[in-house]
Every structure is written in structure tokens, then in C-alpha cells.
């Protein structure tokens, strides 16, 4: 493949859809001290693909289609479903993989799961919900669609055993959401997400090249923050993200252990692509 074709090819890859309506979905946000725990549900976070399924058609959470295998979503329900197309823990990339492609392939999708965790256009407060998907899964069998398993937990401490638990078992983290909120697009507070260590988005202003063994690679990048700070992120990237780094404009997910005074992310290490 030319080089100028193969750029393109990957920009393709990691810049969304312009074009594309975005799902009205709600995001969470990062976990607090000063809950009372007893009023939240509690699952784990699933480290996969987030997946809109309007009741005929799988999107991203840009809005671009993901192409199903056939046979894959037969019986489904036809109502819209919030969740996250999953392989395993620590089968990101795997998933990834097999969600970009345009002709799905069966012998990849045989191992992803789509795990519902809410239901977007219901009126109902989040533990009515969590009853409506139970009974709709229920009616419709099917071995690739599945609820996320939640839990009530009683303490923080029980809660913070539950992370260290999950977290040595390779899982990502932990969800929280208030067992009577109802599905908000956008940030919703009722909505939290607990991890051994925080993560935002970024857009990419520039490559800063590499020095030493990262020589004619990207040496780090110059992102902007939803709050407007400008910070470098210069860890985190493999050899091969390196040499084909994501595109100025796009947008990257980077993890980091709390912020200074100035409110700039410490730490702060490359996660990966926006999905």
C-alpha cells in the first residue's frame, strides 16, 4: 500500500464519522467520597466497546454502524439498548478489532458479547429499568446478549474490596449508579465510575517528534482538555503508536492520578484511541 493511502487508511480509522448523529447516551463521571452507598447499584466496568443498538442497527458512541455478523442479533428485542460489546478482561483490543471491521467476521464475533446495561428511552427510575431488561432478555434468549450483573453493596469499604477484587482479576474498574435516577444524556451525576485511576479525553494539537530510541517516532503529543488546558503526554504508547501516532484533531482517552493546583492531569499516560 502507498504511503499516502495508507495514511489515509488509518485516519479512517481513528477520526470519527463527521457525518454521523451521535446517540443521545449519558456518560458518568468520576467517582466521590460522601455517598451513601446503599442507594446505588454497583457492576463492573466493562473494558470493551461502548455499543448503541436502536433496536435494529449497533453504533459506536460517535454514531458510526457496526456491522454484525448475521445471525448475530437475531431474537434481539427491538427497543434501543445502552451497553458495551465485550470479549473478556483484557480483550480490549480484541474487541477493537473485530468491531472495525466493515465485512464482520463470525469466528471473531463467536467470543464478544453484548452486555446491556440500560435502556435509553424508558421513563423509569434505574431500578425499574434494571427489572424491564431483566423480563425483556428474558422473553428473547439469546447466547450474545447479556445484562450486566449488578450489585447492592452496603458500606465503602465493601465497596473499595469489591475494586481491589475485580482489579486483580484484570477487570478495569467499577460503575455506580443511583438505583432511582433516570437515564440523563450527557454527564450525569447519578451516574459514576470508580477505577484505580482517572481517565478524560483530549483532542491532539500536535506531534512532538522523539528523541534517542524514539528517533523519527512521536515523542510524545500536545493535548487540549475539556477544560482548555494544554498539557504533553509523552508516555503510555506502544513502538507501533508510536510511528503511526493518532491524528492531529482526533481524540484520545489518557489516564492519570489526580491533577495539580493549576487543575493540569498528574501523570497523565496515553489509554488510547477515542472509541
Known amino acids: 500500500m502507498k504511503p499516502f493511502i495508507y495514511l489515509i487508511f488509518l485516519v479512517s480509522l481513528f477520526t470519527p464519522n463527521v457525518y454521523a448523529k451521535k446517540p443521545a447516551i449519558q456518560h458518568s463521571v468520576n467517582y466521590h467520597n460522601n455517598l451513601d452507598i446503599r442507594q446505588y447499584w454497583v457492576s463492573e466496568k466493562l473494558d470493551g466497546v461502548r455499543g448503541y443498538w436502536s433496536g435494529q442497527q449497533m453504533y459506536t458512541r460517535q454514531g458510526n454502524p457496526i456491522n454484525l455478523p448475521k445471525g448475530y442479533s437475531d431474537n434481539w428485542p427491538s427497543v434501543p439498548f445502552d451497553g458495551e460489546l465485550w470479549h473478556s478482561r483484557g ?8 468491531v472495525r471491521k466493515k465485512i ?45 450483573e449488578q450489585f447492592s453493596i452496603n458500606s465503602e469499604e465493601e465497596l473499595f474490596s469489591m475494586l481491589d477484587q475485580i482489579v486483580a482479576l484484570g477487570g478495569e474498574g467499577l460503575m455506580l449508579h ?21 481517565d478524560e479525553e483530549g483532542v491532539v494539537l500536535k506531534h512532538i517528534s522523539g528523541k534517542g530510541k524514539y528517533k523519527n517516532m512521536l515523542g510524545a503529543l500536545l493535548v487540549k482538555n475539556k477544560d482548555g488546558l494544554v498539557f504533553k503526554i509523552g508516555s503510555g504508547f506502544s513502538d507501533k503508536e508510536r510511528r503511526t501516532p493518532p491524528p492531529i484533531g482526533s481524540e484520545i482517552t489518557y489516564k492519570y492520578i489526580g491533577k495539580t493546583d493549576r487543575g493540569v492531569p498528574r501523570f497523565a499516560s496515553f489509554l488510547r484511541n477515542k472509541q
Open 104 to 148: 464482520p467476521e463470525p469466528s471473531c464475533w463467536r467470543e464478544i458479547e453484548f452486555r446491556v446495561f440500560d435502556l435509553p428511552k424508558s421513563k423509569a427510575n434505574f431500578t425499574q429499568r434494571l427489572n424491564q431488561i431483566k423480563q425483556l432478555l428474558n422473553n428473547a434468549p439469546s447466547k450474545t446478549i447479556k445484562m450486566v
Open 178 to 198: 443511583s438505583k432511582n435516577a433516570y437515564y440523563k444524556p450527557g454527564r450525569n451525576k447519578a451516574l459514576l465510575k470508580l477505577k484505580p485511576y482517572q
Open 91 to 98: 480483550g480490549f483490543q480484541k474487541t477493537v478489532s473485530c
